[in-house]
């Protein structure tokens, strides 16, 4: 039985998969995310592009764009989003954990993604940094929160990756992208961050 099944059995959580994670309707923290790195850029004439949705626990705060693609490499946790939202703007894709398969190129203009690369290995991060390169348009701004492994509550966690703020930034940099803005203290285990794609000489440090 799906985890979000048995909670609505036991009648706790009943709308959304992850809110055992925290609620960005509850944690300070989380509402940062909300409302500085998502709800600036929520525009109904834009597309979103969202990693590893899982039930939506933040995809509803995407629903302002004009369309919403989904990515996860479980095809289950598609359908339990499908459950929580059945509108027609979100589109699910179904991938094989770096790719963005039918995405069409320069075609994205927000990307985000929370619980997902904290779980990821330095290489599956800069594979999924070389796929967004394709499908993002130029001044798209990309969403990522990553283990900061600088952190007591990250090494805590089973199965965080050894990432940190400056791993990250030299993904990031290397793979071609500028960062725009940061968050490395809000969040108890992780760090966020805001780039785009490197402009014409444009150098990041
Ligand atoms: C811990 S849940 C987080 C869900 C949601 N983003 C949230 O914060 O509540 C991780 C989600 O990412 C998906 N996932 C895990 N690895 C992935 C990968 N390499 N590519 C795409 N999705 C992935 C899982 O299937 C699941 O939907």
Redesign the pocket.
């Given at each position: 039985m799906l985890a979000s099944a048995r909670r609505r059995s036991e009648g706790k959580h009943d709308s959304?998969?992850?809110?055992e994670?925290g609620d960005p309707e509850e944690m300070w923290s989380l509402k940062l995310v909300r409302d500085q790195f998502i709800l600036p850029y929520v525009d109904p004439d834009r597309r979103a592009l969202?990693?590893?949705?899982?039930?939506?626990?933040?995809t509803r705060y995407l629903l302002g764009f004009g369309e919403i693609i989904v990515?996860?490499?479980?095809r289950e946790?598609l359908d339990e989003l499908a459950k929580n939202f059945s509108q027609p703007k979100i589109i699910p894709v179904l991938?094989n954990?770096?790719d963005f398969p039918g995405v069409a190129a320069n075609s994205v203009d927000f990307v985000f993604?929370?619980?997902?690369f904290v779980?990821?290995d330095a290489w599956?991060i800069n594979e999924?940094l070389k796929a967004l390169g394709n499908v993002v348009k130029n001044d798209a701004n990309i969403v990522i929160q990553y283990a900061d492994f600088r952190k007591k509550e990250a090494r805590r966690q089973s199965g965080f990756a050894r990432n940190n703020p400056e791993r990250m930034r030299k993904m990031v940099d290397a793979a071609g992208y500028t960062v725009l803005e940061e968050n490395v203290t809000a969040l108890w285990h992780s760090s966020i961050m805001r780039f785009r794609k490197k402009r014409d000489g444009e150098v990041m440090y």
């Open positions: 959304v998969y992850g809110l994670w969202e990693i590893g949705p899982g039930g939506g626990r933040w990515v996860d490499r479980h946790l991938n954990g770096t993604s929370f619980g997902v779980h990821l599956i999924y």
